[in-house]
């Protein structure tokens, strides 16, 4: 599975962003789809994930602010941040996951958040 993640940049604080990432590959269908976030210092931390029937998981910290969806026809997923503060600013991973396939990671995209 190769995943290409797209949608990272520069917004002021309050704004709003979205991340893509599609899958490709045999199975991709498969997996949770996911977005971790890795700021400077920083362990990687989850974000959100989605099943393929849409089953999400959205870390507290962004839960009411991020929204994460998934389009299966196109084996990809997306990341909706709104209301973008300075602390979420960070280098966004997109994952695949799938207990007997494998575990596989995009290209980090960079999200800076300020004024």
């Known amino acids: 599975v190769q995943l290409q993640a797209s949608g990272g940049g520069l917004v002021q604080p309050g704004g709003s962003l979205r991340l893509s990432c599609a899958a490709s590959?045999?199975?991709?269908?498969?997996?949770?789809m996911g977005w971790y976030r890795q700021a400077p210092g920083k362990q990687r931390d989850l974000v959100a994930t989605i099943t393929a029937g849409g089953s999400a998981n959205i870390a507290d910290s962004v839960k009411g602010r991020f929204t994460i969806s998934r389009d299966n026809a196109k084996n990809t997923v997306y990341l909706q941040m709104n209301s973008l503060k300075p602390e979420d600013t960070a280098v966004y991973y997109c994952?695949?996951?799938?207990?007997?396939?494998?575990?596989?990671w995009g290209q980090g995209t960079q999200v800076t958040v300020s004024s």
């Open positions: 590959g045999s199975g991709a269908s498969l997996f949770v």
């Open positions: 994952n695949a996951a799938n207990k007997l396939f494998g575990n596989y």
